[in-house]
């Protein structure tokens, strides 16, 4: 497609469990960033992936929080141990990031993934 | 960090009434965009405007850089405006996102 997409669209589990978020980023797209949407706390950023550099996990609020991104394209955010704060919906955004640029390009976000927690 | 406000929080209006949405950033910034947030969540881009004026049909916006603040303007609003604007602003690695402003239009 031509957006970004992001999988599954809702995710119920219990605590304690371990859970998967994937993001197909938008073909070409360089760079692609997590975030979260919670009634607390907004819109804040989790981790940042540009080509092959190391990623900026700056915004990742505990351990329990991991991501990777294969081939420079599809990332999958992985929550072990969930909690109940876990619950959120989890944004993946991909933009067209200028090699060696300071300007960041336009960013467009996925759908999202609904994660409840019981 | 950077810190973004956003103004009002809530903004209620009848159909065909115009608006105009506040974002107030804390430092400058090479990168800013508005985005809709419609009922089912998703972020709809706006605008992504690190200074001047740009306009899309019935939404405008202006960003001075040099004061730091961005406006949104949306002229004969419709029930579909409905939603939530947020501002974001670039902060190096990511977005910073203001709270947003909810906007709720009446037929």
């Known amino acids: 497609g031509a957006g970004v997409s992001q999988s599954p669209s809702n995710k119920v589990t219990e605590k304690g469990k371990d859970v998967e978020l994937r993001c197909d980023p938008i073909?070409?797209?360089?760079?692609l960033y997590w975030y979260r949407q919670s009634l607390g706390q907004g819109l804040e950023f989790l981790i940042y992936?540009?080509?092959?550099?190391?990623?900026?996990k700056s915004g990742l609020p505990s351990d329990r929080f991991s991501a990777e991104r294969t081939g420079g394209s599809v990332s999958t955010l992985t929550i072990q141990r969930t909690q109940q704060e876990d619950s959120a919906v989890y944004l993946c955004?991909?933009?067209?990031?200028?090699?060696?640029?300071?300007?960041?390009?336009?960013?467009?976000f996925g759908p999202g993934t609904r994660l409840t927690v019981l | 960090g950077i810190q973004v406000e956003q103004s009002p929080p809530d903004l209620i209006l009848q159909e065909g009434a115009n608006s105009t949405l506040r974002c107030n950033f804390s430092?400058?910034?090479?990168?800013l965009q508005w985005f809709h947030q419609n009922p089912w969540g998703q972020l709809i881009n706006l605008f992504y405007?690190?200074?001047g004026t740009k306009q899309n049909g019935r939404l405008s916006a202006t960003t001075v850089a040099t004061e730091r603040y961005s406006l949104l303007y949306i002229s004969s609003s419709q029930t579909t405006d409905s939603g939530v604007y947020f501002c974001?602003?670039?902060?190096?690695?990511?977005?910073?996102f203001g709270k947003g402003t909810t906007l709720s239009v009446s037929s």
């Open positions: 073909s070409g797209h360089t760079a």
């Open positions: 430092d400058s910034v090479n990168n």
């Open positions: 405007i690190p200074s």
């Open positions: 974001a602003v670039w902060a190096g690695t990511a977005l910073i």
């Open positions: 955004a991909s933009s067209l990031r200028l090699a060696g640029g300071i300007l960041a390009n336009e960013q467009f």
């Open positions: 992936f540009q080509g092959n550099s190391a990623p900026d």
